[in-house]
């Protein structure tokens, strides 16, 4: 378990839910919809956090890696303070300049913005995430498996991701194919990157918006 996954098995996200969790994608069957998937995604603005405003190098997408946020995370919990927590403690103890990841999903498989994609994230692992899209899903999918509404949300953003950025769904990896010392994104949801389940659902998806 790296610093940042244990971290967050200490904040107690005991806050009171403020209504309107935004939209959820059902799927995305046209090139239309997947022109405008992004209105899907909670804006850093609506979970109340704040971008950084420096200027710092801009990465090119090459790659798209799945993470879990490590620890359990409830129905009861606030994905938003879950944010502002995780936001607030990458600046201050980790000195980024922001959520290391750049979307985030939640247990009913909302998708929130994380740090702005133009910039590369960052890890407490061995491997350089240049050039990655970072995707975590809030969790730990080591004890619990993700649900339909997940699953669907994670295919919806991959298959934007590789529509947005010309990539072909082969350059779709687990956070442990690039690192020795983690079992991220946790064996319940790395067998989805392992079968070959995401890869041949986002393949559909593109094939589909070509017809
Ligand atoms: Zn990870």
């Known amino acids: 378990m790296n610093g940042l996954h244990f971290y967050f098995a200490v904040i107690s996200a005991a806050l009171i839910l403020d209504g309107c969790a935004g939209s959820r994608p059902a799927g995305i069957q046209s090139q239309g919809?997947?022109?405008?998937?992004?209105?899907?995604?909670?804006?850093?603005?609506q979970w109340g956090g704040t971008r950084d405003t420096l200027q710092h190098p801009v990465q090119t997408i090459t790659h798209i890696?799945?993470?879990?946020?490590?620890?359990?995370?409830?129905?009861?919990?606030?994905?938003?303070?879950?944010?502002?927590?995780?936001?607030?403690?990458?600046?201050?103890?980790k000195k980024w300049m922001d959520i290391p990841y750049h979307y985030l999903i939640d247990l009913?498989?909302?998708?929130?913005?994380?740090?702005?994609?133009?910039?590369?994230?960052?890890?407490?692992?061995?491997?350089?995430?240049?050039?990655?899209?970072?995707?975590?899903?809030?969790?730990?999918?080591?004890?619990?498996?993700?649900?339909?509404e997940q699953l669907r949300s994670i295919v919806n953003l991959f298959t934007w991701l590789c529509w947005k950025y010309h990539l072909s769904p082969e350059v779709i990896k687990g956070h442990k194919d690039y690192s020795k010392i983690t079992v991220c994104p946790g064996k319940n949801l790395y067998a989805y990157l392992a079968d070959g389940y995401?890869?041949?659902?986002?393949?559909?998806?593109?094939?589909?918006?070509?017809?």
């Open 198 to 211: 995401f890869r041949r659902e986002v393949e559909k998806e593109l094939a589909q918006m070509k017809k």
């Open 108 to 148: 009913d498989g909302t998708i929130y913005e994380g740090r702005d994609i133009r910039y590369a994230g960052d890890t407490n692992t061995e491997y350089d995430p240049t050039g990655h899209a970072l995707i975590c899903v809030l969790g730990n999918y080591e004890n619990i498996s993700p649900t339909k």
């Open 65 to 93: 890696t799945l993470h879990h946020g490590g620890v359990d995370f409830t129905k009861d919990e606030d994905p938003r303070a879950y944010l502002r927590n995780l936001q607030s403690w990458s600046r201050s103890e």
């Open 33 to 45: 919809n997947l022109q405008h998937f992004d209105k899907s995604i909670v804006t850093v603005a």
